[in-house]
């Protein structure tokens, strides 16, 4: 084997885990609400001593680190995501895949996550921007990368509790970095003036950049054909906007790549949106008509997502990552039980952060959320 890991994570857990997962799409609760995190490499790469660059330097190396990030996670952090003896792993670029492939250039920085650089200038040269082939930029590295994992997952042994499992790569796919968010990225924050001044201009920078990603993930599937889980997309860039805005500039699109990439999908139509979204959260249900909310910024009262969104959508946050990150356990499972009574009822509620958890977030922190869940147990569950 080129590759071994041994996980001490019994094989009844993931049992236990993959109920209350079910339960959770069907907007019951098992036994309590399950909990899990938006934990990335960024996360873990301080703990292992590891340069946060160097987890980019070649597909090898950062499915070695994958594996023992997986390993550190299961091992320490109480999650209910683990549900069969399978380690999944992917290649990982942080939030600049779609903007490369699109055009922007990407900063690469030693301990900080790669950034996406400008290279939109002008109206004039957003009306003359093409849709990006299906494998520019990243999307090209993305692919490369994923056919070699699957290679070495081929060669690699992993065990839980002694028990044969795998490893997985996921299923082949562009990333969620949606159309608005990656017009600000080639454009900066000028877009938002232009959507203004040239509606036009943005409408067709926002089209070219729609169908370079439906033909990419199109691409993709026909690469890696295997079923996906749903499908979603992230809409960061669209919180600051007003209702008005985000009907012009981002519904049109994302509900383009919903219905020809997410169609047949229970969960095809996930939104992702950090900050304060409140004011959008009924577009989102009527307009965009979301079938998941994703790591919702903490910034969005509970009761506001119940109200609007309760019953109707899956849920997953929301706490505040910097105060989990400097709370104690104590104070981590008092705003975990703010949230449980706000939206547990609902049904459908992930449990989990909003969004991002902070490098040296302590674990004791991050555990103490399963603690609340358990404490807190399974609510009467009512749908809208």
Known sequence: MRHAVEIDYPLERMEANRRRM??????????????????????????????????????????????????????????????????????????????????????????ETPRAAPTVRTPDDAARYEPPAPDAGLWGTLAEWHAAMRELARDTRVTFAGEEGRVEVAPLTIGGEGPHMVAVDLVGPDFYWWMIEYPNVCHHLLTAITQGMIAAETRFREIDPRPRGGYGLAEDSAQIMSVELFRAFCVPYVNRLYDRLGAGYRDGRGMHMCGDSTHLLASLRDDARISSFNLFGYRVACADVARELGGRVLLWGNLDPMRLRDSTPAEARAMAREVLEALAPCGGLLLGDGANVCPGTPVENLNALTEAAEEYGAPSVVRR
């Open 22 to 111: 079910e339960e959770r799409g069907e907007f019951r609760v098992a036994d309590r609400a399950p909990v899990a995190f938006c934990v990335v490499p960024r996360y873990f790469a301080p703990l292992f001593g590891l340069r946060y660059r160097d987890f980019f330097s070649d597909p090898e190396t950062q499915f070695h680190w994958q594996l023992q990030f997986a390993k550190r996670r299961m091992e320490t952090i109480r999650e209910d995501v683990w549900c069969s003896p399978v380690v999944t792993v992917y290649p990982y670029f942080d939030n600049v895949i779609n903007p490369s492939a699109c055009g922007a250039e990407v900063q690469w920085q030693n301990d």
